[in-house]
């Protein structure tokens, strides 16, 4: 496993949104925290990304590669802010 920042996500993300999201705030489910995509910290390993919140840890953005698709989730985001 790959320990990154959340700009590590922009192409995926581009991919699949057609935007840069890394610039986005999101606002954490778990602490209820606010800040940039690009701040995040990303686990990536050859399955796909999951981006975590640097203070309390809670997943804000999975993105998982199968090949034939890729899917984006926002399990840990409350609230999305395009900046």
Request: proline share 1%; glycine share 14%; charged share 15%.
């Amino acid at each position: 496993m790959t320990i990154v920042d959340g700009n590590a996500l922009a192409g995926d993300l581009v991919e699949v949104l057609g935007i840069d999201a890394t610039s986005a705030r999101l606002c954490c489910a778990g602490c209820g925290s606010t800040g940039l995509l690009a701040l995040t910290r990303v686990h990536r390993t050859a399955m796909g990304s999951v981006a975590r919140c640097r203070g309390c840890d809670t997943v804000l953005v999975t993105v998982v590669d199968t090949g034939a698709e890729r899917w984006v989730g926002l399990p840990g985001a409350r609230a999305v802010a395009a900046v």
